[in-house]
């Protein structure tokens, strides 16, 4: 049926920047979907970003991918979250258009030169010596190409539970890829089990929100793509509504707890340790007497109402009971159940760091499908899989992100390097470099290297380049600009600062104190300062402020980068080494690490192991060198 360099399986969230990173490259790509219903769907939560999330969006912006675009076409709400903790865990969230966010995200793919989309199920690939050549359709169509990437989401075997009914389903009453995921076991991949669920959704009109604490997004817009301002943005459009269980919904839910799928043995696949289903929560916290849950509109176009915080798969009727115990929800109409899904996916060990199976040359794989959970890690892993295939393609080196350099590193090297037992999530807490991982600083950690990867177009590079310069020529005015004297401790008293002095300070050195901010400075500030706008302000200000622990975290990377610049050859015999471990040989084997880094980083693999890979690489530059002196001489 036709001839592409890529073929990506899938049009959700990874598939979707999959298909565009490879088009944009220059690669013609194909993008299949079993149902174009489903492109970008998003099955549950209908928000974009969170805690650790937003960072996500953050950076795969700044490489040039699509998701923070089309957040900010399509939000009805915006917050940012954890303000009151420090700049390194502060992270954008935004309510979505869940509709118009799949139209607009569908559009951009349908305008992409380059990029074709079509319905389609896959069913099989067509493998020759080792390698992925093309994919086989339902209807018998082939299509031939140079590199397949696998974006399948939760609809592999996907298997619905709701209580004591289950049935093989992918989400939201779609078909499931039954016929691939037999292939895929066929081909002697390590497939897994995995879990998740959803929370009924409700009619709007049936709730008593004076019973509900209405939460408001934030005054002030931030946008999640840094092509974007704020203020031109548009506005926040709804309220969300809080409201909490209680002693009457535990009840209910203990009572029957037999009943669930999660508890009645039928479920045999992980579920997600941070989205615990409302049964995990009430019988895992006993001594909770009640657990919060937001009441979330799904757009502006439906009545239909999320309840976070309350998946399930209790059968229909105690859902009924169990909602209607809520405050605010006595009422309620559902209008779609809760539901439980399994999924098969595979062991990410199994994948290199350019997301590229091991076992199945140029064959990269994406999203839910290496075991990961979320809309935003899965469009992360789709962007760099999209590159990779695309460089693999052109005979270049991929791209491959350090943990130093973006939660996408942190992300990667978990899944590839760690494994996953269960769904994964991103998390702050899993970057040891959080204090440089910011979402405001991810244009500078990123777009050079979007740019040189062919990703960043000219017009966000000069913008990018424009704040770069406006920001450091900034911070070295405030660096060697001296607060005039006679006006210093009347303006530190009006701060409440009560540090008074008789000494010259430069404003670098005032903005270090913790109660002075950028924006008050401006009293005692000249007209050469220059106009900057809010995310310019926000990253002068972090930027001096947090210096000291920003310089500390720098001098540890330079450490790390040590041991991740020491390469192993990809060929290394782990077994014929003297003094590793017979579990590291095992571990190092199977996962086949690029750098000392990485291997340090593997479970099972201790530090003496390393110092031994550290002696023999020695040895193994030693012995090149003088075979290289014998060559010459000789
Ligand atoms: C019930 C439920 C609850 C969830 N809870 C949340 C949540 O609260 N928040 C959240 O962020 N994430 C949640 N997730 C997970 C979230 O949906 C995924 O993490 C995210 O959508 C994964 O993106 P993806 O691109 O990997 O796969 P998906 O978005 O699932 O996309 C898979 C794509 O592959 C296509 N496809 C599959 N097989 C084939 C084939 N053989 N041939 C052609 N096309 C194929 C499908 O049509 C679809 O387009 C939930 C998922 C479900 C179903
Ligand atoms: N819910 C599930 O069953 C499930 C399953 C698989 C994956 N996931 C993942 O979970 C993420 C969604 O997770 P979540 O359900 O924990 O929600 P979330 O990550 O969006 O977090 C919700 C939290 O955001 C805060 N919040 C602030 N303002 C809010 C508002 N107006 N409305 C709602 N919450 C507000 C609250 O602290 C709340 O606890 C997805 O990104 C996905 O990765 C969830």
New binding site residues.
């Given amino acids: 049926m036709g001839e592409y360099d890529v073929v990506v399986?899938?049009?959700?969230?990874?598939?979707c920047e999959a298909g565009l990173a490879a088009a944009r490259i220059g690669c013609e790509t194909l993008l299949?979907?079993?149902?174009l219903e489903?492109?970008a769907?998003?099955?549950?939560?209908p928000s974009i970003g969170g805690t650790g999330k937003g960072h996500l969006v953050c950076e795969i912006d700044a490489l040039g991918g699509e998701m923070g675009l089309n957040i900010d076409k399509t939000f009805i709400q915006s917050k940012m979250l954890n303000t009151s903790k420090g700049p390194a865990v502060h992270s954008l969230r935004a309510q979505a258009d869940k509709t118009r966010y799949h139209l607009e995200m569908k559009k951009t793919i349908e305008n992409e030169e380059r990029l074709s989309l079509k319905q389609?199920?896959?069913?099989d690939l067509i493998i020759d010596d080792g390698a992925v050549c093309g994919v086989v359709t339902r209807t018998n169509s082939i299509y031939l190409c140079k590199a397949v990437i696998m974006?399948?989401?939760?609809?592999?075997a996907g298997k619905v539970f709701i209580g004591e009914s289950a049935y093989y389903s992918?989400?939201s009453g779609?078909a499931p890829?039954m016929e691939?995921a037999d292939k895929l076991h066929e081909y002697g991949l390590p497939m897994r089990r995995f879990k998740?669920?959803?929370p009924a959704r409700m009619l709007a009109s049936t709730l008593d929100y004076d019973k509900m604490k209405q939460q408001d997004g934030d005054e002030e817009i931030i946008p999640f793509s840094f092509m974007n301002e704020g203020e031109k943005l548009g506005r926040n459009q709804i309220s969300c509504w809080l409201s909490y269980t209680n002693s009457d919904t535990h009840r209910i839910i203990l009572e029957n707890i037999e009943r669930s799928a999660m508890y009645s043995g039928n479920i045999v696949g992980v579920g997600p340790r941070y989205?615990p289903s409302i049964e995990d929560k009430v019988s895992r916290f006993k001594d909770r007497d009640r657990h919060q849950l937001f009441v979330e509109p799904e757009g502006l176009d439906t009545e239909e109402m999320y309840i976070q915080g309350m998946?399930s798969s209790l059968p229909e009727d105690i859902q009924e009971e169990f909602y209607h115990t809520i405050p605010g929800l006595e009422n309620a109409e559902i209008v779609r159940p809760a539901?439980?899904?399994e999924y098969d996916c595979v062991d990410p060990t199994t994948l290199k760091p350019s997301l590229e199976s091991k076992l199945i040359d140029n064959m990269f794989c994406?999203?839910?499908?290496n075991g990961?959970?979320?809309?935003?890690?899965?469009a992360a892993q789709?962007l760099i899989a999209g590159i990779n295939a695309a460089r693999k393609i052109n005979g270049e080196n991929p791209l491959v992100l350090g943990r130093n350099e973006a939660y996408i590193g942190v992300l990667i090297d978990d899944l590839v390097t760690k494994g996953t037992m269960e769904p994964y999530r991103i998390m702050t807490s899993r970057a040891e470099f959080r204090l440089i991982l910011r979402q405001d600083n991810a244009d500078r950690r990123l777009t050079e290297i979007g740019y040189e990867y062919g990703l960043v177009s000219d017009e966000r590079y000069s913008k990018f380049i424009t704040k770069k310069k406006l920001v450091d020529g900034e911070i070295e005015r405030l660096r060697n600009k001296y607060a005039e004297f006679s006006k210093l401790n009347e303006f530190l008293a009006s701060q409440g600062s009560h540090e008074a002095t008789n000494n010259n300070i430069t404003f670098y050195d005032l903005l270090r104190r913790p109660e002075i901010s950028y924006e008050a400075l401006k009293v005692i500030d000249d007209e050469t300062r220059p106009e900057l706008n809010r995310a310019e302000r926000y990253e002068v200000e972090v930027r001096i402020k947090y210096a000291g622990y920003i310089d500390k975290q720098l001098a540890q990377v330079e450490k790390m980068k040590k041991l991740e610049n020491k390469k192993l050859p990809e060929n290394i015999n782990y077994n014929v080494i003297n003094g590793l471990r017979l579990e590291a040989r095992q571990k190092l084997s199977e996962i086949n690490p690029i750098s000392i880094g990485q291997a340090s980083r593997i479970s099972g693999v201790s530090p003496a192991d390393i110092n031994v890979l550290l002696i023999y690489l020695e040895k193994e530059r030693r012995s090149n060198e003088r075979s290289e002196r014998n060559e010459y001489e000789g």
Avoid: R
Wanted: a negative charge.
């Fill in positions: 399986v899938g049009a959700g969230h990874a598939g299949l979907s079993m149902n489903s492109v769907m998003m099955p549950c939560n389609a199920e896959v069913v974006c399948t989401g939760t609809f592999l992918g989400p779609l890829s691939l998740t669920g959803t989205c998946s539901y439980a899904i994406a999203g839910q499908f990961s959970s979320g809309y935003e890690e899965a789709g």
